[in-house]
């Protein structure tokens, strides 16, 4: 007898029926898993076919462009295209929001490879997209939407292929790739409670650019928690969902060389914290920014908009939650 494993197509059907997801929506995720997996067999080739190098632009960010951001980004536009559902496409890769299909139903939220400053050496990278839902009843309130109103959010870590998926108010899920590179064997994922196993993960070669509450808050607690940081959201995060604790990438705001502070912060909210946010949430954990308010409720006035982010287990965002509010208020 052939063992078959609960595939995610069986996972979402299950998950329709209960939450009256409708088939839209399962063709818009069929959508992003083909490019995730487009993207994957890219990099994983992408030494081979000397593609791990840089594409000679510079993008919206002010960032060297890696010719597998082009290849990503393509990549995803044709998929999402493909499936006849999305509105419009918001991307790291792109200065103004790409229209795809007036009919969509669907505001795509993502960035088509983080983890820039690994891709040339090969090491992990991710996939990370948010969903939002046009206003089906009335006018079309547009795309700057607060994570807390995403329908899902997920995160595929590259070249793993290890695919993770949170789903409103149906928790988040982490899926194995199969032999037959199908996304298999769903198991939900809990922020863990018992600090033993927690991890802090930060750039330390920032540590003294942070705000000094927040240097004082590290050199009170760092020696509880084992330092882990692979310089990709994707990646650090993955592990923080395992194994609890805090990603952290505060504003810096004490840099050496004022031109390099960057009070509101380096990640971008729309595509990048707010999406790990969502998932953070759905696993009962928590994020919050410099001012230490929720990640979810801040309303977006631009859709590259950046943000400082601190995400992971409950009690520790909380703990350097009440600092960063006191800071705010001066106490
Ligand atoms: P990209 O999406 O451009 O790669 O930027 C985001 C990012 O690479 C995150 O994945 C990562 O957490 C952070 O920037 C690393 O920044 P730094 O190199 O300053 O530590």
């Not at 399962?26 to 593609?51: F, P, R």
């Not at 994570?147 to 928790?171: E, Q, S």
């Not at 914290?273 to 928590?286: D, L, N, Q």
Request: aromatic content about 10%; overall charge neutral.
């Amino acid at each position: 007898m052939i063992r078959f494993e609960q595939t995610f197509m069986d996972f979402l059907l299950q998950h329709q029926e209960r939450h009256n997801r409708t088939y839209h929506f399962l063709i818009l995720m069929e959508g992003l898993i083909n490019a995730a997996k487009h993207i994957q067999h890219s990099y994983l080739t992408g030494a081979l076919k000397g593609n791990l190098g840089r594409a000679g632009d510079v993008n919206v960010q002010g960032e060297d462009v890696m010719r597998m951001d082009q290849i990503a980004q393509e990549v995803t536009i044709h998929y999402l295209h493909a499936t006849g559902r999305v509105i419009h496409a918001i991307s790291e890769e792109a200065r103004e929001i790409v229209s795809l299909n007036p009919e969509g139903r669907y505001f795509v939220y993502f960035d088509p490879l983080d983890g820039s400053s690994n891709v040339a050496h090969g090491l992990p990278v991710g996939f990370l997209f948010g969903i939002a839902k046009r206003n089906l009843a009335g006018s079309e309130d547009g795309h700057l939407r607060a994570g807390k109103d995403y329908i899902a959010a997920g995160m595929f870590v590259i070249p793993t292929g290890t695919f993770t998926l949170a789903l409103k108010d149906a928790g988040t899920w982490r899926f194995h790739i199969d032999e037959t590179m199908n996304y298999v064997k769903p198991f939900q994922m809990v922020l863990p409670e018992d600090p033993k196993s927690w991890e802090l993960s930060f750039n330390e070669s920032n540590r003294f650019t942070f705000a000094e509450k927040v240097q004082n808050w590290i050199a009170q607690n760092e020696r509880k928690y084992a330092f882990r940081y692979l310089g990709a959201l994707a990646g650090d995060f993955h592990r923080i969902l395992a194994n609890g604790g805090m990603f952290m990438y505060p504003a810096i705001v004490n840099h050496p060389n004022p031109k390099k502070n960057r009070p509101q912060g380096k990640l971008r909210l729309m595509y990048e914290a707010a999406v790990v946010a969502f998932m953070c949430k759905e696993a009962g954990g928590e994020a919050v920014d410099e001012t230490g308010s929720p990640i979810l409720g801040i309303q977006p006035a631009d859709h590259h908009q950046r943000t400082a982010l601190y995400v992971g287990s409950k009690s520790i965002v909380e703990d350097i939650a009440r600092i960063l509010r006191s800071q705010c208020s001066g106490a």
